[in-house]
């Protein structure tokens, strides 16, 4: 998950039955969950078109990358431009886009996109980089399209990135700086957010296990642990912390940008490492939030702002960020705050006929007007249509695509919305346009085995990583 601001021989067998951390959680994991038929309001074939429409979408917009802005970070799409984001190219789009080609079976661009890659990607680059962003886009991608592929130059790209980010880590609490100079080591930032600190143990867990390094895991879970004992007596942590003191600097706590990927990366370090310690957090962690953050609201079942020390609700607001959440509950086995809470993203969504960054749902007014191709409400009807096998969350997806076709597509690819109510459009694609959203929108539709979740575990940038076997 992105800010709202601004925006594996380590690998152990997957752990037993969940527990019951919370009221309604389901006691089966994933793997004990098989996905169901859906009815015959959508047959076969019409999935299969549905897939094949937004592998075209997807097309449209790579196609308009590799003739705008190719070799760069990622496409303007209004002004036909690029944009890199530290004035040299990472590769953020072509890393980021390699595995949902390949999934789609897009043998021909990932080829492009590879070649490219092997080619030109240096990260011997003296810039300043944000640690939790470089980790789930490139050092995730990099990753993941090696286990699909078997590149070992992106294997060695992987490990020489992880490298040059480990001095972040090299704080007195072992919580990492924000920012790190990839030639350098300098760093800086040191106050963070639970979501830039607890974001990357699976893509350095991962590393660890194709490496058989344990610095990688060993250095990102001490980093959460450290995060986690800190959390407040009623078990919520804050939205900012200084890392060289331990201090929250900001009690707020909540469910969206800058905390989201945390609580994601406990339940998910669990389920791809079989991590006791990361199922013992996540449990805790779950039990909280569902307690404090959760509201019952005329608007619907949402998840707002309290005080992490006392619970007391300190703000009514909820937006594309906090639309992961529905997909987490439904990973963990919780379908029933799932379900009731993708229903009130969904309202979100057709209050404008496209969600916006965010709003108030005491009185359902926008406040921030923003539509960035945000992944996260698309990301949980994939999880609640494979868990539960109800169509509703297939005609949910019919309604995102044909939004995302109707306001965001542009000749030279999709763009950004500066404001839902009046569908002017920025000039930005964002690479997890292509990584996530509609990546998840594919695999909606998609057969079951295009992608097995007893055999994956997403990052937060959707890049599939690979369980033990």
């Known amino acids: 998950m992105r800010f709202f601001v601004l925006s594996a021989s380590l690998l152990l067998a997957l752990i037993g039955p969940f527990p019951r951390g919370t009221k309604n959680a389901q006691t089966k994991t994933p793997a004990q969950m098989p996905s169901k038929a859906a009815p015959a309001e959508f047959s076969s074939a019409e999935k299969a078109e549905m897939a094949n429409a937004v592998k075209k979408q997807f097309l449209h917009a790579w196609d308009g990358y590799r003739r705008y802005a190719w070799g760069h970070d990622q496409l303007k799409p209004l002004s036909r431009g690029s944009y890199d984001w530290y004035g040299v190219s990472l590769g953020m789009t072509p890393v980021d886009a390699l595995d949902t080609m390949l999934l789609m079976g897009l043998k021909k661009q990932a080829d492009s996109a590879r070649e490219l890659i092997d080619r030109n990607l240096s990260f011997d680059r003296d810039i300043s980089v944000e640690n939790f962003e470089i980790t789930i886009r490139l050092l995730g991608g990099l990753e993941s399209s090696y286990e699909m592929t078997g590149d070992k130059r992106l294997l060695a790209l992987a490990e020489d990135l992880a490298n040059r980010l480990l001095p972040a880590f090299h704080s007195p609490t072992g919580m990492p700086y924000r920012f790190v100079n990839l030639k350098t080591g300098a760093v800086r930032g040191k106050v963070s957010n639970p979501a830039e600190i607890g974001t990357l143990t699976l893509e350095f867990g991962t590393l660890s296990k194709l490496t058989g390094k344990r610095i990688y895991f060993d250095t990102a879970k001490r980093a959460v642990v450290a995060l986690y004992k800190r959390r407040s007596p009623i078990g919520l942590v804050g939205s900012q912390i200084n890392v060289e003191t331990g201090q929250w600097v900001n009690p707020e706590s909540f469910i969206g940008g800058g905390i989201d990927s945390y609580y994601e990366y406990l339940l998910k370090a669990w389920l791809l490492f079989g991590d006791k310690d990361f199922e013992r957090m996540w449990n805790s962690s779950v039990a909280a939030v569902n307690r404090y953050v959760a509201q019952q609201a005329p608007t619907g079942f949402w998840y707002g702002e309290v005080n992490m020390n006392t619970g007391a609700r300190?703000?009514?607001?909820?937006?594309?960020?906090?639309?992961?959440?529905?997909?987490?509950?439904?990973?963990?086995?919780?379908?029933?705050?799932?379900?009731?809470?993708?229903?009130?993203?969904?309202?979100?969504?057709?209050?404008?006929?496209?969600?916006?960054?965010?709003?108030?749902?005491?009185?359902?007014?926008?406040?921030?007007?923003s539509y960035p191709l945000r992944p996260e409400i698309i990301e949980s009807a994939f999880y609640l249509y494979r868990f539960s096998g109800d169509p509703r969350y297939l005609r949910m997806g019919r309604t995102f695509y044909d939004s995302l076709v109707k306001y965001c597509r542009t000749d030279s690819g999709f763009a950004s919305l500066k404001d839902v109510r009046t569908k002017q459009k920025a000039d930005a694609m964002p690479s997890y346009f292509l990584a996530e959203t509609l990546k998840y929108l594919y695999l909606l539709f998609a057969p079951p085995e295009k992608l097995d979740l007893n055999r994956v575990v997403f990052n937060t940038e959707a890049h599939p990583l690979r369980k033990s076997p």
């Open 314 to 369: 300190t703000g009514t607001e909820f937006g594309a960020l906090e639309a992961f959440w529905p997909g987490a509950l439904a990973l963990s086995g919780d379908l029933d705050r799932a379900k009731r809470l993708e229903d009130s993203c969904f309202k979100m969504w057709n209050l404008y006929g496209v969600e916006p960054d965010e709003l108030n749902y005491s009185d359902m007014k926008v406040t921030y007007p």
